[in-house]
């Protein structure tokens, strides 16, 4: 009796075993129909954002142009926005958005390259451990942090050096861009170097190479892909800084390369038309998105050139 009752028992227990096993695996079949779709769906968003983005851009900034000629806009050296004669030419932004962004990589690039170098080549783990936290305070700060420290105190530290500097000109915040770029161009640099087989350098040094001659003759040639993309980026990212030149180098939209003198960005012109009286259907408001819409297409060809590097010239190791 004992023995038939056992038995019953086990037979429950593996029928609510077998019950069980099958809700789980009905559970884990939903999940796994469920989860890729929630993927899906997750990574439309971007897609979507990016191209409500666009469309918006291209809709309002064709609405531009059809009230000023696309030709006048890229050829023109005159920005009056107000006015009864309002022109609407773009080169003197565009002249302040390079410039600004020259001198920034002119700082930018060898100070990166030259600490990534240090970092990878060179630096004890244990002097590593105290200037890469260094770097990524910096890359930390804000940049209107950037923006201020230009204007309240490299603009006065440079017109004590250089007389006839204006209060607000393009050197001050291009030389700050350089500085906030530093720790961009230096960790991604740095990254591709460390990259690099130790076989490589020991095979050098084995032939009698000096640790100098590895640097320059190994090591950089066998990242010159990431370093190169490291450039690319740090120049994208200048030509789209916004608050260092918007409190530091003044609204005059000068068409000039003199860079003593106030200049402005393009996104500095679009804080200002963003944050004015300029009302929704007017050519003023429209300027803003073809001001934007030439932005746009600058970074991403910068973005196009970066990947394009990556590609042609990457190593595999």
């Known amino acids: 009796m004992e023995k038939t009752m056992a038995k019953d028992k086990e037979k429950v227990n593996v029928k609510e075993m077998i019950a069980k096993n099958k809700s789980s695996i009905n559970t884990a079949r939903i999940f796994e129909i469920l989860v890729p779709k929630i993927l899906l769906a997750i990574a439309f968003v971007s897609i979507l954002t990016t191209a ?185 990212r200048a030509i789209g800084e916004t608050m260092i030149v918007t409190i530091a180098s003044g609204s005059s939209k000068n068409f000039t390369f003199d860079i003593t003198e106030s200049m402005q960005t393009m996104t500095a012109y679009i804080v200002e038309v963003a944050s004015g009286e300029a009302a929704a259907g007017t050519t003023l408001y429209y300027s803003l998105y073809a001001v934007a819409m030439t932005l746009f297409v600058f970074t991403m060809i910068m973005n196009i050139i970066a990947q394009y590097i990556s590609r042609r010239f990457r190593e595999e190791y």
Do not use: C, H
């Open 52 to 236: 409500g983005i666009l469309l918006t851009l291209i809709f309002e900034t064709l609405a531009f142009f059809r009230e000023v000629p696309i030709v006048e806009f890229f050829t023109g050296t005159d920005l009056k926005p107000l006015g009864e004669n309002a022109q609407f030419g773009v080169l003197p932004l565009l002249t302040g958005t390079v410039i600004s962004s020259v001198i920034a990589m002119t700082v930018a690039i060898p100070i990166g390259l030259m600490t990534a170098i240090y970092l990878s080549e060179y630096a004890s783990e244990k002097a590593r451990k105290v200037l890469k936290p260094i770097l990524e305070v910096l890359a930390g700060i804000p940049t209107i942090v950037y923006g201020f420290f230009a204007f309240t105190f490299v603009t006065p530290l440079l017109r004590s050096i250089i007389p006839g500097l204006e209060p607000t000109n393009i050197l001050s915040p291009g030389l700050v861009m350089g500085v906030m770029i530093i720790p961009m161009v230096a960790s991604l640099s740095e990254d591709a170097m460390s990259s690099v087989p130790n076989s490589m350098r020991e095979g050098a040094l084995a032939l009698g190479a000096t640790k100098l001659e590895v640097t320059w003759k190994v090591v950089i040639p066998a990242a010159i892909s990431g370093i190169i993309a490291s450039f690319v980026l740090g120049i994208s």
